[in-house]
């Protein structure tokens, strides 16, 4: 490191508490920051960079060393499994054995885009990427460039990981993660609901259905671990009425500052708390539900109003369920 960028450093803490030096790098996207991300991804380091859905953290698959910088720098279970991106149809044949006809279905409907699917591994692929399942997980995101909640922005990624290179691209499309599916069984199963919705899926293989996580382990993310938790405490509510009496209860008791989490059409429920509006549909909903988990505003909880279970709404449901200290 040069004198230039120690100087534009400061030591600040990241998401795990731990003391560290933050770099001042201008990542935006061009020919020259394309460049040093190639160099240090071929060097076995690690680099941000944005798909349609989130951000992720990526290395080369094939380097195992690397992707173990991956799990160290998110603090990842070892038997958590990471997803495999590819950026053409011809890098399929170097990851994955073979491609089940409901399978090629559903990368011709959706790829690229934010569906992900397992397959059979090759052996080329590291165990640690797989967790040391014989399947890897595949996605080809629909981006020129292809942990507390999911990073939509750069800024985010930042914030999480001061010393990792961030390709900045803006805010993600979807700001919610692929959808995975599994279709190598006769009946094809959603392993995580995401951008790509079941009633969408069913549009192409109308047998899928939703597993239920009961797998010791996991063939993807987002099947077994508690994730997503912001760093106040949130609590999730099926009804207005429970929803405010719990605000209130905490106010006059605790001296609570709640903020309230819900979309537009439901605000004038909370006209006496801070609220944190949502969006009109749940496509908004999905859309910003990770940048609301971290938002900035005074206050030393989230109470949010649960969204119908459908569509782009199941999904958010089941991350804030995965991230809520109890749903009432």
Same mark, same amino acid.
């Given at each position: 490191?040069?004198?230039?960028?120690?100087?534009?450093?400061?030591?600040?803490?990241?998401?795990?508490?731990?003391?560290?030096?933050?770099?001042?790098?201008?990542?935006?996207?061009?020919?020259?920051?394309?460049?040093?991300?190639?160099?240090?991804?071929?060097?076995?380091?690690?680099?941000?960079?944005?798909?349609?859905?989130?951000?992720?953290?990526?290395?080369?698959?094939?380097?195992?060393?690397?992707?173990?910088?991956?799990?160290?720098?998110?603090?990842?279970?070892?038997?958590?499994?990471?997803?495999?991106?590819?950026?053409?149809?011809? &890098?399929?044949?170097?990851?994955?054995?073979?491609?089940?006809?409901?399978?090629?279905?559903?990368?011709?409907?959706?790829?690229?885009?934010?569906?992900?699917?397992?397959?059979?591994?090759?052996?080329?692929?590291?165990?640690?990427?797989? +967790?040391?399942?014989?399947?890897?997980?595949?996605? &080809?995101?629909?981006?020129?460039?292809?942990?507390?909640?999911?990073?939509?922005?750069?800024?985010?990624?930042?914030?999480?990981?001061?010393?990792?290179?961030?390709?900045?691209?803006?805010?993600?499309?979807?700001?919610?993660?692929?959808?995975?599916?599994?279709?190598?069984?006769?009946?094809?199963?959603?392993?995580?609901?995401?951008?790509?919705?079941?009633?969408?899926?069913?549009?192409?293989?109308?047998?899928?259905?939703?597993?239920?996580?009961?797998?010791?382990?996991?063939?993807?993310?987002?099947?077994?671990?508690?994730?997503?938790?912001? *760093?106040?405490?949130?609590?999730?509510?099926?009804?207005?009425?429970?929803?405010?009496?719990?605000?209130?209860?905490?106010?006059?008791?605790?001296?609570?500052?709640?903020?309230?989490?819900?979309?537009?059409?439901?605000?004038?429920?909370? *006209?006496?708390?801070?609220?944190?509006?949502?969006?009109?549909?749940?496509?908004?909903?999905?859309?910003?539900?990770?940048?609301?988990?971290?938002?900035?505003?005074?206050?030393?909880?989230?109470?949010?109003?649960?969204?119908?279970?459908?569509?782009?709404?199941?999904?958010?449901?089941?991350?804030?369920?995965? +991230?809520? &200290?109890?749903?009432?």
């Amino acid at each position: 490191m040069g004198k230039k960028e120690r100087k534009n450093t400061k030591e600040r803490k990241n998401m795990r508490g731990v003391k560290t030096k933050r770099l001042r790098i201008n990542a935006q996207i061009n020919t020259q920051n394309i460049k040093r991300a190639v160099t240090l991804i071929k060097n076995s380091q690690i680099v941000a960079f944005p798909t349609e859905t989130v951000y992720g953290l990526g290395a080369n698959t094939f380097d195992a060393t690397a992707v173990a910088k991956i799990f160290k720098a998110k603090g990842r279970p070892a038997d958590n499994p990471l997803i495999v991106h590819i950026s053409n149809a011809s &890098m399929l044949k170097l990851v994955v054995k073979k491609v089940p006809v409901a399978a090629q279905q559903l990368i011709d409907e959706f790829w690229p885009g934010p569906l992900s699917i397992v397959f059979e591994k090759k052996n080329t692929i590291p165990s640690i990427v797989t +967790a040391g399942l014989s399947t890897v997980v595949v996605r &080809m995101p629909n981006h020129p460039v292809a942990l507390r909640p999911s990073a939509t922005t750069a800024m985010h990624v930042r914030d999480d990981f001061p010393n990792v290179f961030v390709l900045d691209g803006g805010n993600a499309k979807h700001g919610l993660e692929s959808t995975v599916i599994d279709v190598r069984g006769r009946v094809p199963k959603v392993l995580r609901l995401g951008a790509i919705t079941l009633e969408q899926l069913r549009r192409v293989v109308p047998a899928v259905i939703v597993a239920k996580h009961t797998a010791k382990k996991p063939a993807s993310p987002g099947m077994k671990y508690r994730h997503y938790a912001p *760093s106040r405490p949130l609590y999730v509510f099926k009804t207005k009425k429970e929803l405010l009496r719990y605000a209130k209860q905490g106010k006059e008791k605790r001296g609570s500052t709640p903020i309230i989490l819900c979309m537009n059409n439901d605000q004038k429920y909370f *006209s006496q708390y801070t609220v944190l509006l949502l969006g009109r549909t749940l496509d908004d909903v999905a859309h910003n539900i990770f940048s609301a988990l971290r938002t900035k505003q005074k206050g030393d909880c989230l109470l949010m109003l649960a969204v119908p279970k459908k569509g782009k709404g199941s999904a958010v449901m089941d991350r804030v369920e995965r +991230a809520a &200290m109890r749903i009432r």
